[in-house]
T-cell receptor, first 114, second 114 residues
Framework: NAGVTQTPKFQVLKTGQSMTLQCAQD?????MSWYRQDPGMGLRLIHY???????DQGEVPNGYNVSRSTTEDFPLRLLSAAPSQTSVYFC?????????????FGPGTRLTVT | SQKIEQNSEALNIQEGKTATLTCNYT??????LQWYRQDPGRGPVFLLL?????KEKRKERLKVTFDTTLKQSLFHITASQPADSATYLC?????????????FGKGTRLSVIA
């Protein structure tokens, strides 16, 4: 099991550019989510999905789009990058049945927008 | 609105002592609460989950309590070691199902000094 994988590990964008952060999991988890982590702000939820075809907004969704066409993949799209989106992005997944809802995180993508 | 407070941004303790970290929450009633560990440059890793009907949960040198009246969880590491140095995050659940988004406190950075 690779767990949760994220690509790329690092990315530098210019203001206004677009890009997609990739996230995949091989644990057959229904639930997937994206967080951003900034110094002093902790982990903040961007978007989440409870299954293929279903997505919902988290705490800080503006400027980000998501889709969930398969159980395995949950890409995060930045349509027009802004310096305020400079952050470390984490993808996470977990199962939705059973007694323990342990969340598994990917290694993160460090994004800089200049 | 829901609020999660981890009372110390940073905590320094001597090796061998017990570290106690606090997590307080307001404006909701979580069915369970999770604790995670995060090392620099890495994603958070699940440690323990405690349910609202459990007062205490233990795992090796870790102990978690959950007081739903005080709206507080305490996280203890006994016989602390320098390898326990990390940031610890609490995450009270928003509901009782695996579909509920997980929201995190800002974390407490623990440093165990040899």
């Amino acid at each position: 099991n690779a767990g949760v994988t994220q690509t790329p590990k690092f990315q530098v964008l210019k203001t206004g550019q677009s890009m997609t952060l990739q996230c995949a999991q091989d644990m057959n988890h229904e639930y997937m989510s994206w967080y951003r982590q900034d110094p002093g702000m902790g982990l903040r939820l961007i978007h989440y999905s409870v299954g293929a075809g279903i997505t919902d907004q988290g705490e800080v969704p503006n400027g980000y789009n998501v889709s969930r066409s398969t159980t395995e993949d949950f890409p995060l799209r930045l349509l027009s990058a802004a310096p305020s989106q400079t952050s470390v992005y984490f993808c996470a997944s977990r199962g939705t049945s059973g007694a323990i809802y342990e969340q598994y995180f990917g290694p993160g993508t460090r994004l800089t927008v200049t | 609105s829901q609020k999660i407070e981890q009372n110390s941004e940073a905590l320094n303790i001597q090796e061998g002592k017990t570290a106690t970290l606090t997590c307080n929450y307001t404006n909701y009633s979580p069915a369970y609460l999770q604790w995670y560990r995060q090392d620099p440059g890495r994603g958070p890793v699940f440690l323990l989950l405690i349910r609202e009907n459990e007062k205490e949960k233990r795992k090796e040198r870790l102990k978690v309590t959950f007081d739903t009246t005080l709206k507080q969880s305490l996280f203890h590491i006994t016989a602390s070691q320098p390898a326990d140095s990390a940031t610890y995050l609490c995450a009270p659940s928003g509901g009782n199902s695996g579909n509920t988004p997980l929201v995190f406190g800002k974390g407490t950075r623990l440093s165990v000094i040899a």
